[in-house]
T-cell receptor, first 113, second 114 residues
Framework: TQLLEQSPQFLSIQEGENLTVYCNSS?????LQWYRQEPGEGPVLLVT?????EVKKLKRLTFQFGDARKDSSLHITAAQPGDTGLYLC?????????????FGEGTQLTVNP | EADIYQTPRYLVIGTGKKITLECSQT?????MYWYQQDPGMELHLIHY???????EKGDLSSESTVSRIRTEHFPLTLESARPSHTSQYLC?????????????FGPGTRLTVL
């Protein structure tokens, strides 16, 4: 069983559209991270959310941490081709992970010009 | 910009060859990791280290081995490469920080075994 479930797994949209991707779990976390991985590169941290209900904005990206700190969403407004990449959520801990980060399976986003 | 480096970036080799993938970081991080990832797919942790002389196997079984003789260096070795080892290998290091543990990733090594 995956600790973190990300949906959708694949998303292909046109430039200018809005989208939301999700990261869900049945466990409670003290913090949650979102990473973006561009083709041919390693993932890069976008944001860390730590407070239930917290909303953070990064230009056209809006991140929300659920009130119960079990889930998170990432909303992109007016998507651009440069947003194309694999979006990964990650948390510390889990039954077998201890103090290591556990990553979700990712959402592969393609924004077509 | 993260100071973590991987070499080579691309490697094409024949079956049975021994290879070592290099990973170095200049941030003084104690924790380092190796992940295996197929294009556009999830990361699979194969090895990690919490410091010098500390190495542990990750969540995905791997025939590779690692060593951590120096803080900044965490090489991964395959004694006899096979086509099933074809994948991207990502190295990362982390710093506990004050609001969660950020991992810094290298650019990866794309390995193809013929």
């Amino acid at each position: 069983t995956q600790l973190l479930e990300q949906s959708p797994q694949f998303l292909s949209i046109q430039e200018g559209e809005n989208l939301t991707v999700y990261c869900n779990s049945s466990s409670v976390f003290s913090s949650l991270q979102w990473y973006r991985q561009e083709p041919g590169e390693g993932p890069v941290l976008l944001v860390t959310v730590v407070t239930g209900g917290e909303v953070k904005k990064l230009k056209r990206l809006t991140f929300q941490f659920g009130d119960a700190r079990k889930d998170s969403s990432l909303h992109i407004t007016a998507a651009q081709p440069g947003d194309t990449g694999l979006y990964l959520c990650a948390v510390l801990g889990g039954e077998t992970s201890g103090s290591r980060l556990t990553f979700g399976e990712g959402t592969q986003l393609t924004v077509n010009p | 910009e993260a100071d973590i480096y991987q070499t080579p970036r691309y490697l094409v080799i024949g079956t049975g060859k021994k290879i070592t993938l290099e990973c170095s970081q200049t941030m003084g991080h104690d924790k380092m990791y190796w992940y295996q990832q197929d294009p556009g797919m999830e990361l699979h942790l194969i090895h990690y280290s919490y410091g010098v002389n500390s190495t542990e196997k990750g969540d995905l079984s791997s025939e590779s081995t690692v060593s951590r003789i120096r803080t900044e260096h965490f090489p991964l070795t395959l004694e006899s490469a096979r086509p099933s080892h074809t994948s991207q290998y990502l190295c990362a290091s982390s710093d506990p920080g004050t609001s969660g543990e950020e991992q810094f990733f290298g650019p990866g090594t794309r390995l193809t075994v013929l």
